[in-house]
């Protein structure tokens, strides 16, 4: 694509008067309007890789749509890449297949395992790809102090990524430490501070903050949530002035429970994002395509839902030319055979045909040689008893956030261990950054596993080296092949390597095809539905260790009750 800039800026007007040849006519369209609001028969003309306008343009090619739809390229206003499990260019390679055409993404979870080396590694591995790459930089990294993460980005480092890399990183992403923020802690100020002085965006992640709290959050800077449960806290956001981002992820299923909420009056402040996607999801499901499809299905005009997922999310980050099909805009789009089951005939980048676009990663070197996990044994996952009840992490389904229960322990031999009939499966977190051999054990109720063990080095935030399993013997080796590959996934029974699945980019991604990965990771899930897991076991367990999401959360430090937002004992007093 070429930037329309002053020095150009005479060739483009003499394109858009028709007095020079356009690259590009789709003739015959319905032209759905994200600006106008409106859906219009219309000839749209591109000529390096920009929409020159409306009209009967002379053009070197000319695509005629047979009345079907014209719509713009969708964008993505909050991911995790590496949720993914796929490197950056094989996402944008499928992402793209489904009408994207931009993300805006949060490199949190390599942030957390390599700091500023992450960051840079993932704008490197963006770099020049046809699906537009912009990110946000971390601002929670460790997340909390109730973890150990394998790096720290302070307000020095935040500073200086936003002054180094001012086109790519747009502001400050989801600032999820919400208690130091209405309790003025100095880093959480001072990193908001660096964002609020160089004009840049700052989104929140603020989950059931309410009332004077939720009043002062707003007022040092957040202006999104994508963490809205309900409409009632949706509506008191949006009430607010916060940009609603209505999510749908692989795990999390917000957006059929807030769409009541959408009303032709607050649409423009809505967005739709998916947060995380598995690659399995991204094939099999879609991406924002999914969600869109997923809206209109819920009763949202079909106008309404592409708003959310193009136009809207340009504004509010300030994607000039982006998100619309307008004279000036990057020729991002895509062809419908039909607008209300959003079914997409061709997709367009840049105003070059999918099939055409070269998704090629950029030769950059993959980070690897992130785990270093202490020595372990068996009765490094033992729990000696010390009392009669504990506190239990209770799954909520579609959810992440979860309940506090409590529950008398099963205890044989003086340790508390894992009971298939309630349901109840033990859990560790093991600390994979430094070697330190820190260990936290909990118990979680509605994983559905009856025997054996998962692991896993996808632990939100920190990504840390998670266990569940019902005996400690599989629970060991688990958390010992995971550890071989390097990171990744690994399901084992009586102990019996069931599946793995190597994630040694980061501990977070595979450097094999999309394609490999997500059938990888079909082969692996069955094997762990096999032992009675819930539908998406290793995204379920990826967000048991996420200490900013309530009600309790599980870290190599120990037990935390995100409520109170502090550490708390396993045991009742």
């Not at 071989?484 to 977070?508: E, K, Q, W, Y």
Request: proline share 5%.
């Amino acid at each position: 694509m070429t930037t329309v800039n002053s020095e150009n800026l005479g060739r483009f007007i003499d394109l858009a008067r028709g007095r020079m040849e356009a690259d590009l006519l789709f003739k015959n369209v319905q032209l759905v309007n994200v600006l106008s609001g409106e859906i219009h028969p219309a000839d749209v003309a591109v000529a390096a890789g920009v929409f020159l306008g409306f009209g009967d343009y002379p053009a070197k090619k000319v695509i005629d749509g047979g009345g079907r739809f014209l719509v713009p390229g969708l964008i993505e206003g909050h991911i995790h890449i590496e949720s993914s499990q796929i490197l950056p260019a094989e996402f944008a390679r499928i992402a793209a297949a489904h009408g994207t055409a931009a993300v805006v993404a949060d490199p949190h979870e390599i942030a957390n395992v390599m700091g500023v080396a992450g960051v840079e590694f993932m704008l490197a591995a963006t770099a020049g790809l046809p699906l537009s790459f912009f990110f946000m930089v971390p601002s929670c990294v460790p997340a909390t102090a109730m973890e150990t993460a394998g790096a720290l980005l302070d307000a020095a480092a935040v500073t200086g990524l936003l002054q180094k890399y001012p086109e790519r990183l747009l502001g400050l992403a989801e600032v999820m430490n919400f208690p130091g923020v209405i309790n003025r802690e100095p880093q959480t100020m001072a990193k908001i501070a660096t964002a609020r002085n160089q004009g840049r965006v700052i989104d929140g992640h603020a989950p059931q903050l309410s009332g004077l709290d939720l009043n002062a959050y707003i007022m040092a800077g957040p202006k999104s949530d994508h963490e809205a449960t309900t409409v009632a806290e949706a509506r008191e956001k949006l009430r607010r002035g916060m940009h609603l981002m209505l999510r749908e992820g692989s795990r999390e299923h917000n957006l059929q429970d807030l769409l009541p909420l959408i009303n032709h009056h607050n649409s423009h402040n809505c967005s739709l994002v998916s947060d995380d996607r598995h690659a399995y999801d991204l094939f099999h499901k879609g991406h924002l395509d999914y969600s869109i499809r997923k809206a209109i299905a819920g009763g949202i005009a079909p106008l309404t839902a592409l708003q959310m997922a193009s136009i809207n999310t340009a504004r509010y980050f300030g994607l000039a030319g982006r998100g619309a099909i307008a004279p000036g805009f990057r020729a991002d789009c895509l062809l419908l055979d039909d607008l209300e089951s959003f079914t997409i005939a061709e997709v367009f980048l840049a105003g070059k045909p999918f099939a055409e676009v070269d998704f090629a990663a950029p030769q950059v070197p993959l980070p690897r040689n992130t785990v270093s996990v202490a020595k372990l044994t068996r009765e490094s996952f033992q729990v000696g008893a010390d009392g009669t009840e504990i506190k239990v992490i209770g799954l909520i389904a579609g959810q992440l956030v979860t309940e506090k229960i409590i529950l008398p322990a099963k205890i044989i031999n003086g340790f508390a261990v894992a009971d298939a009939e309630r349901d109840l499966a033990k859990l560790a977190v093991i600390e994979r950054h430094h070697g330190s051999g820190r260990m936290g054990l909990g118990f979680v109720q509605g994983f559905g596993l009856k025997r054996g063990a998962l692991a896993s080095t996808v632990a939100h935030d920190s990504h840390n080296l998670i266990v569940a399993g019902m005996n400690d013997a599989d629970m060991l080796l688990a958390a010992q092949v995971v550890k071989d590959m390097g990171g990744g996934l690994a399901v084992v029974d009586d102990g019996t390597v069931l599946g793995r699945l190597p994630l040694p980019v980061a501990g977070l991604m595979s450097g094999e095809k999309a394609e490999t990965t997500a059938a990888a990771l079909t082969s692996l899930q069955a094997r762990a539905l096999s032992l009675g897991t819930v539908a998406d076991p290793f995204m379920t367990l990826s967000f048991l260790a996420l200490p900013v999401i309530p009600s309790l959360k599980l870290t190599d430090r120990g037990l935390v009750d995100v409520d109170e937002f502090s550490l708390t004992d396993l045991w009742l007093d």
